[in-house]
């Protein structure tokens, strides 16, 4: 059973579900960031590291407003992760199907949602809070959460996965970083595109994406219940290698 474990980490198991699901969301992921930097006045929907720089510029400037605006923006985005994290936990085989939902509805709300003000942009907030939560819906063979919202770790682990390449160790979970790097910028191009053609109605692709993600995984989950297809004996995302399996917990 623990060997069982050991070689099991990821949720889904099968590679077959994970990959196509990690490239999806990944795109996902950049067309929505490339459509609400460019319409939200340079605001990041799901790049914290972006929206980091700007929080320290406004600062040193002595720009109150735009210190908000991108505080609480990181704010909905580590909310996201952490809700995320806790609802695979509590939802066991179901997370895939349950978190693509409401990743979709989140999206919808989004485009429905009030403006606010620009410290306050609650128009953005349930999109950002999607992709807070995207973060707990794939992990990699080790357990750890697949970077599918930025693109550092992906460019960290393929360099790094490159020299491990070289001496012999590298990581099974290595071969999809260059691809998640180019279904992000792929989505970022597509999201540019929309966002110059049809402004913030673009949103509607991402929504439309998800939707369609959800569904998929919900008709999986009812087809093929316990298939490594949608299931896995799986700590929570970015757990200690010694935790227990969410699903041995319910």
């Not at 580590?78 to 809700?83: S, T």
């Not at 819906?137 to 360099?159: H, K, M, N, P």
């Not at 792929?186 to 998800?210: K, M, T």
Request: neutral net charge.
């Amino acid at each position: 059973m623990a060997d069982a474990v050991k070689q099991d980490k990821s949720f889904p198991a099968s590679a077959g579900t994970r990959i196509p699901f990690a490239l999806a969301l990944s795109a996902l992921a950049g067309c929505a960031d490339s459509i609400g930097f460019l319409e939200y006045s340079q605001l990041f929907m799901s790049f914290m590291s972006g929206n980091t720089t700007r929080f320290g510029v406004a600062v040193a400037g002595a720009d109150w407003e735009n210190t908000l605006r991108v505080t609480t923006t990181i704010m909905v985005f580590c909310f996201g992760a952490f809700l995320g994290t806790l609802i695979a936990a509590w939802v066991g085989r179901w997370r895939l199907a349950v978190l693509l939902t409401i990743q979709a509805a989140l999206m919808a709300i989004g485009l429905v949602m009030p403006w606010g003000s620009f410290s306050f942009p609650l128009h953005a907030y349930p999109i950002v809070l999607a992709l807070g939560l995207q973060n707990a819906t794939l992990q990699d063979e080790d357990g750890r959460s697949l970077a599918l919202t930025y693109v550092t770790g992906a460019v960290v682990r393929f360099g790094t996965g490159v020299a491990n390449l070289l001496l012999g160790t590298v990581s099974s979970s290595f071969w999809l970083q260059a691809p998640l790097w180019a279904a992000l910028s792929s989505g970022a191009v597509i999201g540019g595109l929309l966002q110059i053609r049809y402004g913030e109605s673009a949103f509607l692709f991402p929504a439309a994406l998800a939707a369609l993600l959800a569904v998929v995984a919900v008709v999986m989950t009812l087809a093929r219940p316990g298939s490594p297809l949608v299931a896995g004996s799986s700590p929570a995302p970015d757990a200690a290698p010694h935790a227990m399996p969410v699903d041995a917990i319910h």
